[in-house]
DNA sequence: TTGTACGCGTTATCAG
DNA sequence: CTGATAACGCGTACAA
C-alpha cells in the first residue's frame, strides 16, 4: 500500500483536509481542540507523515541547509579526510537538527556552480568553509540565500561570520615558542590567501617575531597547502638545510603531524632538539604521540554557532545579532615544545 | 526578482510548459530539435532551474539519499570524530554525486526513527552502517526503501551488502603476529555483537589462536568500545597485569592509538617491548607515531561501491547482481609490529 | 470549518 | 510528427 495523504487522514476523520493542515500546524484558532485530538489519533492510527517536498512547494522553504566545503583537485571528493571538517560538520548537523533542519552535504562538479544545487533544492540557507571567487558569493547574494561564513575575512553585511582570532591564534602560538626561548622559528603554512585565516595566522607570526625584535626571515616559511604532506616536506627541508631552526610553528594540525614525522625520520628529536606547536587542536592531536601542542579552537562549538547564526538569519532574527562571533582560543602546553637552553 | 519558473520559460519561448518539459528531458519524439535548441536558449538566458521539490512530488522519487550512521550516546551528535566514517562518507558522497544524487546527512533524535526521514524526505534509497534492532530493519522493508548495508552480516535478500571478510582480517592480522613469534596476544576490542563485524574479527583471532595450538585465554580479551579511550585503558591494564603479552591486536586503529598510547605510557616501547596491530587503515595510520601496523581495507572504495550498489537497486537494476560485495583485504607492514626473539 | 486555487513540473490525452 | 490542454501529486491558506 502506498503512503497515506493528508486526505487519507481527512477521511478518516471525516473533515476537510485544510482542517487536517490546520492541526497539523496547530492552530487552535481555526480548529477545536477535540477535533485536533480527534486527528492527532487517526494519523496516529494511519501513520501519515507530511510529504516535504509537497510543503517545500508551497512555503518556499525547504527546511534543508546546504555546506559548502572544499574538494580535492580533481572535485571528484570532499576532503572529509581533514578531520577538521568532519568535526565542525558534526557540530553543525547536531545544531541543525535540534531546529528541525536538515544537512544536505554535497560537493560541486567541474564547471557546475553550487548555485545551481542551491535553487534546485530550495536550500534555506547555507553555511561555507574555506574562501572562494568573488562571484561566488555574489551568486548568493543574487538569489538572496542567507550564508554563514566559517574562518572567512570577507567584509560585507551581506553574510554572517563566525571565526575566531586567527592573528592572534598565530600570535599566541609564536609568542609561546619564544617565550620558551626559540629564537630562530620556522613557519610551516597552506597557501597564504589574501583574506584567509592562513594570511592573518602568518601576520600574528610576524607581529610575535617583530615585538622580540627577532628578524623575520623569509626563507623561514615553508608555504604551501595544509596538508600532511606539506607537512613531511618542510620538515625534511628544515632538517635538512636549516639546522638552525629550533622552533617551528605550524599553521594547521594536520601539518605538524607530517613536520614532526619527518623530522623524526631525519634523526630530529621533538621537542628535544626542534619543537613545533599546531593550531586547531583536532580530536588527533592529543592522541598523537608525541601529544601535540597546538592553540586549541572549538571546532564543533564552531559548527554549532554557525548553524545557530544561519537558523537565526533564516528565521528574519538575524539584525538584532551581531555579524560576527569570534570563539575564544587557548593554547594548550602537550608534550611538542620544549624550552630552550 | 523571483525565480523563474517552467511558465516564464514557455511564455518566452512561444510554447506551452508541456513542451518545454519535454525538451529538458530529451523526449526527441515529442519535440522537434530546432524547438529544443531555442528552448535551451531561453532556458539559458533567463537562468531557469528546475524545482526538484515539484520533480519529486510528480514523480516520486527525490534523487537523495540517506545515510544511517551510528550516533554518540546522546544522540545529539555523529560520530564523525571516527575518521574511518568521514571517509567512507567522502566515498558515498562522490560516486553519489557522479550519478546525480545528493546526500542527506542526519542523525535522529532520541525517540524518534530515521524511518520518519526516509518518509518525509521521500528518500530514494539509503545506506547503513553499523547495527541496528531488527524492527529498525523491518521498517525499510515495510517502505520499500532499496537500502545497502555496509559492514553488517545480516542476512536478508531485501538488503545488499557490502563489507570485507572480517574473519579473515582478524585471522590474518593475529596470524601475523604468531608468524613474528608471538603466543601471549591480547586482544583490545569494542563490543561484541552477534553478526556484528567485530564479532567475525574476534572468531578470526580465535581461529589463529587455536590453529597455532595455542591456548585461547578469555582474560587476554578486553572487551569495551571501539574508541580511543578504551583502547587507552586496556593498554593501561595489559602493561599492568599481563606483562607476558607481547602482542595486541586491536580490532580497530583508533583503539590501536590509544593502546599504543598508554603502553608507551606505563613505559612499555612499541613495538620493542610490545608489538601492536591495528585494523582498517585509517588515513590517520600512515601518519601516526609509530606508523601502525594494521590490515587494511579501502574505505573509500566501500563508500563508493555501496553507492553504486544502491543505484543500481534503485533503477531496477539491482536482482541482476550480487546481494553481497565482498572487499579484498590486505596486510600493511609499518612499524609497530616486531619479530620477537 | 470547508471548498478550492495555488505552487511547479510531468505526462497522458487530444488536436492540428 | 509537432505541439497544446489539462489532470495530477501533496499540503497550505484564502475566501466563503
Redesign the interface.
Known amino acids: 500500500m502506498k503512503?497515506p495523504t493528508i486526505k487519507d487522514v481527512a477521511k478518516a476523520a471525516g473533515v476537510s483536509t485544510a482542517t487536517v493542515s490546520y492541526a497539523l500546524n496547530g492552530r487552535t484558532d481555526k480548529v477545536s481542540n477535540e477535533t485536533i485530538e480527534r486527528i492527532k489519533q487517526i494519523i496516529e492510527t494511519i501513520n501519515y507523515?507530511?510529504?516535504?517536498?509537497?510543503r517545500?512547494?508551497v512555503k518556499n522553504q525547504?527546511k534543508l541547509i546546504g555546506i559548502v566545503i572544499p574538494q580535492t583537485e580533481s572535485h571528484?571528493?570532499?576532503?572529509?579526510?581533514n578531520?577538521f571538517?568532519?568535526?565542525i560538520?558534526?557540530?553543525i548537523?547536531?545544531k541543525l537538527?535540534e531546529h528541525g533542519y536538515?544537512?544536505?552535504?554535497?560537493?560541486v562538479?567541474q564547471g557546475e556552480s553550487y548555485l545551481?544545487?542551491s535553487?534546485?533544492?530550495?536550500l534555506d540557507g547555507a553555511i561555507m568553509m574555506g574562501i572562494y571567487p568573488e562571484q561566488f558569493y555574489d551568486g548568493f547574494k543574487k538569489?538572496k540565500i542567507p550564508i554563514v561564513l566559517i574562518d572567512s575575512y570577507i567584509n560585507d553585511s551581506y553574510f554572517k561570520r563566525i571565526g575566531i582570532d586567527d592573528e592572534y591564534g598565530g600570535y599566541l602560538a609564536t609568542k609561546h615558542l619564544i617565550d620558551k626561548g626559540h629564537s630562530n622559528i620556522g613557519l610551516i603554512t597552506g597557501a597564504i590567501r589574501k583574506d584567509g585565516v592562513v594570511e592573518k595566522r602568518f601576520l600574528g607570526y610576524k607581529r610575535a617575531i617583530r615585538e622580540a625584535n627577532f628578524f623575520y626571515n623569509p626563507d623561514y616559511v615553508f608555504e604551501d597547502s595544509m596538508s600532511?604532506e606539506h607537512g613531511m616536506a618542510a620538515g625534511k627541508l628544515i632538517a635538512s638545510k636549516h639546522p638552525e631552526i629550533t622552533a617551528v610553528f605550524a599553521t594547521g594540525d594536520m601539518v605538524a603531524?607530517?613536520a614532526?614525522?619527518s623530522l623524526?625520520n631525519e634523526g630530529k628529536r621533538v621537542p628535544e632538539d626542534i619543537s613545533v606547536i599546531g593550531f586547531d587542536d583536532i580530536?588527533?592531536s592529543k592522541?598523537?604521540?608525541?601529544p601535540l601542542t597546538t592553540i586549541r579552537q572549538s571546532i564543533?562549538e564552531k559548527g554549532a554557532v554557525a548553524a545557530e547564526l544561519l537558523i537565526h538569519m533564516i528565521q528574519g532574527n538575524g539584525e538584532q545579532e551581531a555579524n560576527e562571533v569570534v570563539l575564544p582560543l587557548t593554547i594548550v602546553e602537550r608534550a611538542t615544545v620544549k624550552a630552550l637552553g
Open positions: 503512503k507523515i507530511p510529504d516535504f517536498s509537497a517545500s512547494l525547504s571528484k571528493q570532499l576532503i572529509l579526510e578531520p571538517y568532519s568535526e560538520i558534526s557540530g548537523e547536531g537538527r536538515h544537512l544536505l552535504l554535497s560537493g562538479n545551481n544545487l535553487v534546485q533544492r530550495n538569489i600532511y603531524f607530517g614532526i614525522r623524526i580530536s588527533m592522541m598523537f604521540i608525541p564543533t
